[in-house]
T-cell receptor, first 113, second 119 residues
Framework: DTGVSQNPRHKITKRGQNVTFRCDPISEHNRLYWYRQTLGQGPEFLTYFQNEAQLEKSRLLSDRFSAERPKGSFSTLEIQRTEQGDSAMYLC???????????FGPGTRLTVT | AQTVTQSQPEMSVQEAETVTLSCTYDTSESDYYLFWYKQPPSRQMILVIRQEAYKQQNATENRFSVNFQKAAKSFSLKISDSQLGDAAMYFCAYRSATEWKSGSEKLVFGKGTKLTVNP
């Protein structure tokens, strides 16, 4: 059991650039979640997949954000035209349908300069 | 919408002593799950303990136990025999148990409590 993995662990980018993060869930977990955590706050839900279908998106997920989960395996989160307010830790979690616990990855820390 | 409140931004405890972290939540639902997650510095979040709202018995996991008061919408975490490795941010989280309801799968987190363990 390798756990949830995320890449890269750290990303520094200039304002206006596009960035993409990857999340590999625990194998056989059909649900995958993205959260954003800013300093001093708890994680906030962004979006959720069941298999390859994106079933819910938070209003926090502006048009500059897009997430995919092709083939129901790994997922990518892309942020276009990054802004300084996008600086945060982006967390991925996975779970099995019918099991309430979500297992988190180590996160990708994004810094927009 | 559900909300989770952790009123203690920081707490400290002496090694081997007991500490209680507070959490209150607001919901109109009757069926839900509550969790405590631990986030050590620069490490990933891990589940500490969970409680199903329909269960009256408080959950326990080794040195960790909860005091679940459904009517008061309170869900505190007690850590007994505190160890240096318990130092971390602790987050209380809520999840609806209504599978068919949109938004039920997400976790709603509080702002967290930073726990320091003094040797």
């Amino acid at each position: 059991d390798t756990g949830v993995s995320q890449n890269p662990r750290h990303k520094i980018t200039k304002r206006g650039q596009n960035v993409t993060f990857r999340c590999d869930p625990i194998s056989e977990h059909n649900r995958l979640y993205w959260y954003r955590q800013t300093l001093g706050q708890g994680p906030e839900f962004l979006t959720y997949f069941q298999n390859e279908a994106q079933l819910e998106k938070s209003r926090l997920l502006s048009d500059r954000f897009s997430a995919e989960r092709p083939k129901g395996s790994f997922s990518t989160l892309e942020i276009q035209r990054t802004e300084q307010g996008d600086s945060a830790m982006y967390l991925c979690a996975s779970s099995v349908q019918g099991v309430e616990e979500q297992y988190f990855g180590p996160g990708t820390r994004l810094t927009v300069t | 919408a559900q909300t989770v409140t952790q009123s203690q931004p920081e707490m400290s405890v002496q090694e081997a002593e007991t500490v209680t972290l507070s959490c209150t939540y607001d919901t109109s639902e009757s069926d839900y799950y509550l969790f405590w997650y631990k986030q050590p510095p620069s490490r990933q979040m891990i589940l500490v303990i969970r409680q199903e709202a329909y269960k009256q018995q408080n959950a326990t996991e080794n040195r960790f136990s909860v005091n679940f008061q459904k009517a008061a919408k309170s869900f505190s975490l007690k850590i007994s025999d505190s160890q240096l490795g318990d130092a971390a941010m602790y987050f209380c989280a809520y999840r609806s148990a209504t599978e068919w309801k949109s938004g039920s799968e997400k976790l709603v987190f509080g702002k967290g409590t930073k726990l320091t363990v003094n040797p």
